[in-house]
């Protein structure tokens, strides 16, 4: 099946940056792919009749209801993928609602990007057998770097990697617009570590909103990371606040040491 080109490919929202930058790759091996948006291209009845293969690329609070739309339509002959930040809950919707082999894939990466080193995606394969080298082949020629787990896996490590690390940035954000000290003020006593908070500080706040809080809000693993986090800022409260910079310093000591451990 990876080596054929005699099948077409479908995208739903495909119209879109990261469903648009699928199209190309998947062109330049050589497939035809189709993209449909909310009002252009193929309906999923026309798109399931023709495309053995379809991806789900779809903002994260409509990725459900297109899976449990598209499902049915498909049969056990077709590959159905997405394309959602998160994996557990689009895997177990896809399993649940079609007869189709499924893999569940999240790029991590934006759309703009382009160095090799900074492409890698995750596959989760659910239910393959036919389909179960293509998806990883076509991103491998691609030079796209492949990591395969489960979705639970990949959920438990994104809490870390988006959701908590965006609560870090939101909270910086907030502390900004509170501590007193306007903006150009800040940008002028910056050093470049700061200026490069200052940069996520914005990509966050004038981006994809609803997009970061899903990532936040919606992984199922995050909840107890927060209580983590909590006792942990208690813990640096504490610490600062009696002025102790001699345990802070061992703190810190302690923690780069568990870092050179697991390098």
Not at 166 to 188: A, D, F, K, V, Y
């Amino acid at each position: 099946m990876a080596a054929s080109r005699d099948f077409e490919i479908g995208i739903i929202g495909g119209t879109g940056k990261m469903g648009s930058w699928c199209a190309e790759l998947f062109r330049r091996q050589g497939y035809v792919v189709h993209q449909s948006g909310r009002s252009t291209g193929m309906t999923m009845e026309e798109m399931a009749r023709r495309c053995a293969v379809v991806v789900v690329s779809v903002p994260m609070e409509s990725t459900a209801d297109v899976i449990q739309r598209l499902g049915p339509l498909l049969d056990e002959r077709s590959l159905l993928m997405d394309l959602t930040s998160l994996k557990e809950e689009p895997v177990r919707l896809m399993l649940a609602s079609t007869r189709a082999e499924v893999v569940g894939g999240h790029p991590l990466f934006g759309p703009l990007a382009t160095h090799p080193l900074e492409l890698s995606i995750v596959l989760c394969p659910a239910r393959v057998h036919r389909w179960a080298s293509w998806p990883g082949e076509v991103f491998w020629a691609a030079r796209v770097q492949v990591i395969e787990t489960t979705p639970e896996h990949h959920d438990r490590v994104m809490a870390v990697v988006q959701g908590m690390n965006h609560l870090n940035t939101l909270l910086m954000s907030m502390l900004m617009g509170e501590c007193g000290i306007g903006r150009q003020e800040l940008e002028h006593f910056a050093t470049p570590l700061f200026r490069s908070k200052l940069s996520m500080v914005d990509r966050i706040l004038s981006g994809n909103t609803r997009m970061y809080a899903g990532l936040m809000t919606a992984n199922p693993h995050v909840p107890a990371l927060l209580d983590r986090y909590s006792a942990l800022v208690n813990e640096l409260i504490g610490l600062v606040g009696r002025g102790d910079g001699t345990a802070l310093a061992e703190r810190m000591d302690r923690l780069n040491q568990d870092r050179d451990a697991l390098i």
